[in-house]
């Protein structure tokens, strides 16, 4: 229990703990990390790390920004095994393959001493608090915990501050197939369409058929329970575009320079999407919204 309390303790914090004081002198590395300006081609990515997908269009933005203002944040490295000069990332490889596009020769980082077991919860904690983690590299890293480390799912809601429910509904996504995961790993799929498919022979025809008609978890909800009823032909069918809306669908994302979709309902209603890939296009479309331009 006290070995426990103390591991919640620590990584109860987030990354915040790792931020520390510049080392003592004669110290080798202190336990809260030693600020350091390293050459870019002594740091390497760690096997540990959940994150598996980087979008490309996100990279080359960050890599403007820190052309532009260079890198704000430090990495959190370890020394690498092999050799004492070369470090793994802890946190920071997004951070770290936009500073190799922007052409930087040096980062700056924060050289720890770390256990792969501190190193993968670490990891996980700076991922989960991003919004953009896809669900399957989220499973990944806590099964990774679970298997790995004997972690129970009450640990790890201590740990990574999530609710238990949560937890077991993101493990269970691991269990769909390959093609499904995939899906949910280019966030094609959402998690909550992917619960509906767990467990079933034919999940690879229903997020198909979720990406070809777009349909919402309530539909496909739907159609599962009428497949499981033995009424399998039945289908939600969307309502045909015409050519005005594909023309406003078209003339609407000219005008943001994003992905828009109209998707009609009953009668004269309907649903507007429109996709952003990062949090500085979301506040695009707030301002324009707002009448800011």
């Known amino acids: 229990m006290a070995a426990a309390a103390q591991k919640n303790n620590r990584l109860g914090r987030g990354l915040a703990s790792l931020i520390g ?26 096997e540990l790390n959940p994150r ?25 490295v370890r020394p690498a ?14 951070r770290w393959r936009g500073a190799q596009k922007a052409g930087l020769h040096t980062l700056p980082v924060i050289v720890r001493e770390l256990s792969d077991q501190e190193v993968l919860e670490l990891a996980i904690i700076e991922n989960v608090q991003r919004s953009d983690l896809n669900a399957i590299d989220e499973a990944r890293g806590y099964s990774e915990l679970v298997s790995r480390f004997g972690y129970t799912q009450e640990d790890l809601s201590q740990v990574i501050g999530k609710s238990r429910s949560h937890l077991a509904n993101t493990l269970r996504l691991l269990k769909l ?17 992917a619960r509906a498919l767990i467990g079933r022979d034919d999940a690879d025809e229903l997020a198909a058929l979720i990406v070809e008609r777009g349909l919402s978890v309530r ?42 979709e109209i998707k009609p309902g009953a009668g004269e209603t309907g649903m507007l999407k429109v996709k952003y890939g990062n949090f500085d296009q979301l506040d695009y479309v707030r301002r324009r919204l707002l009448g800011g331009g």
């Open 219 to 260: 539909e496909i909800e739907a159609l599962v329970q009428a497949r499981d009823k033995g009424e399998g032909t039945t289908r939600p069918k969307p309502r045909e575009k015409d050519a005005d809306t594909r023309a406003f669908e078209q003339e609407l994302a000219e005008a943001l320079g994003l992905k828009v």
């Open 81 to 94: 095994g092999d050799d004492p000069e070369n470090y793994e990332i802890v946190a920071g490889e997004r």
């Open 177 to 193: 197939p390959e093609g499904v995961q995939k899906l949910l790993e280019d966030m094609t799929l959402t998690a909550g369409h």
């Open 52 to 76: 598996r997908s980087f979008g490309e269009a996100e990279l080359e933005e960050l890599a403007a920004s820190i052309r532009e203002k260079g890198l704000v944040q430090p990495l959190i």
């Open 21 to 46: 004081e510049p080392a003592n002198a004669g110290e080798r590395i202190p336990v809260e990390g030693e600020q350091r300006i390293v050459a870019l081609d002594r740091v390497r990515q760690s």
